[in-house]
């Protein structure tokens, strides 16, 4: 999808912190952190809402959701972790390619 930053990220466009890569996914760690740990899981198909969902889709989030935990420790989040998806204005949505949040790396308030 063309001007979209998470798109650009995933075809090599923008360089980013990869942490995990398949060909469902990519894991990156997001540049502005809102916790000492703070990564960005973003399906590979140019979606923004959950309201869009089709079973495909639902097989790539599937895919994700299975993955993070497979990931956690690798990530340094061996000791929990908050996952947020933000979506639309309200919730906060900046980039509108769907994407995970996983935050962790210490004690997180505020909830
Ligand atoms: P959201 O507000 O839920 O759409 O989250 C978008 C996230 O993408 C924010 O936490 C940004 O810091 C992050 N972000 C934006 N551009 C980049 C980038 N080039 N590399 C890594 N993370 C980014």
Same mark, same amino acid.
């Given at each position: 999808?063309?001007?979209?930053?998470?798109?650009?990220?995933?075809?090599?466009?923008?360089? &980013? =912190?990869?942490?995990?890569?398949?060909?469902?996914? /990519?894991?990156?760690?997001? /540049?502005?952190?809102?916790?000492?740990?703070?990564?960005?899981?973003? %399906?590979?198909?140019?979606? !923004?809402?959950? &309201?869009?969902?089709?079973?495909?889709?639902?097989?790539?989030?599937?895919?994700?959701?299975?993955?993070? %935990? !497979?990931?956690?420790?690798?990530?340094?989040? =061996?000791?929990?972790?908050? /996952?947020? /998806?933000? #979506?639309?204005?309200?919730?906060? #949505?900046?980039?509108?390619?769907?994407?995970?949040?996983?935050?962790?790396?210490?004690?997180?308030?505020?909830?």
């Amino acid at each position: 999808m063309e001007n979209c930053v998470f798109c650009k990220i995933i075809g090599g466009e923008i360089p &980013s =912190e990869r942490m995990y890569e398949d060909d469902d996914l /990519i894991v990156i760690r997001d /540049i502005e952190p809102k916790a000492k740990l703070h990564y960005l899981c973003i %399906p590979k198909e140019h979606f !923004a809402l959950l &309201s869009e969902m089709d079973e495909r889709r639902a097989e790539l989030l599937k895919r994700c959701f299975e993955k993070i %935990p !497979a990931l956690a420790g690798k990530l340094g989040l =061996e000791d929990g972790y908050r /996952i947020i /998806i933000n #979506q639309g204005e309200n919730g906060g #949505q900046s980039v509108h390619h769907l994407h995970i949040h996983l935050l962790g790396g210490e004690k997180l308030t505020g909830f």
